[in-house]
């Protein structure tokens, strides 16, 4: 069965310092993979996705992801952290047939520190 | 472009009461996803639907029921509410959903507390 493990549910970054959220899935077929943010009380939005291709995958705000399938990992990074990106992180896995549905990681709630 | 629109946005009710959450998209997507989101369990799936009049179990079902009569409108009804229920609740949509690369479109959230 598919799932995803989100290592950390809570981060902290200073100001302009590297971001790195950690995700990591298991899956029997190659998997789909997402990462959505979550600004306070406010609903999910796509920050990048893998499907296909460049294992390399960029997103929006200056965030991206690697997909390295012989660590089963998926982790988001950005070079240089703003107070903006405080927030919750979800990785998902999109599985299944006919209905592909997702399962979302525990999530990752992001402090920027001054 | 309203998007996805969930309503109400807070809730408070009581145990054993009727609560029906409603979620209405303008992007005539062809199927959409109630979640409920709790601590420490990121969002789980409710129910699914892939058009009007279909519609599927996800993950935790119980106690909840769904309809689908228009393409746009995706009301999820707690029949009896209990205080397990109380969570914020999700509803999402996209494009195809047969797809599995095909990106979920969340709306706001409904903020459910049940006394």
């Known amino acids: 069965a598919q799932s995803v493990t989100q290592l950390g549910s809570h981060v902290s970054v200073s100001e302009g310092a590297l971001v790195l959220l950690r995700c990591n899935y298991s899956s029997s077929v190659p998997p789909y993979l997402f990462w959505y943010v979550q600004y306070p009380n406010q609903g999910l939005q796509l920050l990048l996705k893998?499907?296909?291709?460049?294992?390399l995958v960029k997103g929006i705000n200056g965030f991206e992801a690697e997909f390295k399938k012989s660590e089963t990992s998926f982790h988001l990074t950005k070079p240089s952290a703003h107070m903006s990106d405080a927030a919750e992180y979800f990785c998902?896995?999109?599985?299944?047939?006919?209905?592909?549905?997702?399962?979302f990681g525990t999530g990752t709630r992001l402090k920027v520190l001054a | 472009d309203a998007g996805i629109t969930q309503s109400p946005r807070y809730k408070i009710t009581e145990t054993g009461r009727q609560v029906t959450l409603m979620c209405h998209q303008t992007w005539s997507h062809s199927y959409m996803f109630w979640y409920r989101q709790d601590l420490g369990h990121g969002l789980r799936l409710i129910y699914y639907?892939?058009?009007?009049?279909?519609?599927d179990k996800g993950e935790v079902p119980d106690g909840y029921v769904v309809s689908r009569s228009k393409t746009e409108n995706f009301p999820l009804t707690l029949e009896s509410a209990t205080r397990s229920q109380t969570s914020v609740y999700f509803c999402a949509s996209s494009l195809s959903g047969g797809a599995s690369t095909d990106t979920q479109y969340f709306g706001p959230g409904t903020r459910l507390t049940v006394l």
């Open positions: 639907s892939a058009a009007a009049d279909i519609t």
């Open positions: 998902a896995v999109s599985v299944g047939s006919g209905t592909y549905k997702y399962i």
């Open positions: 893998y499907t296909t291709g460049a294992t």
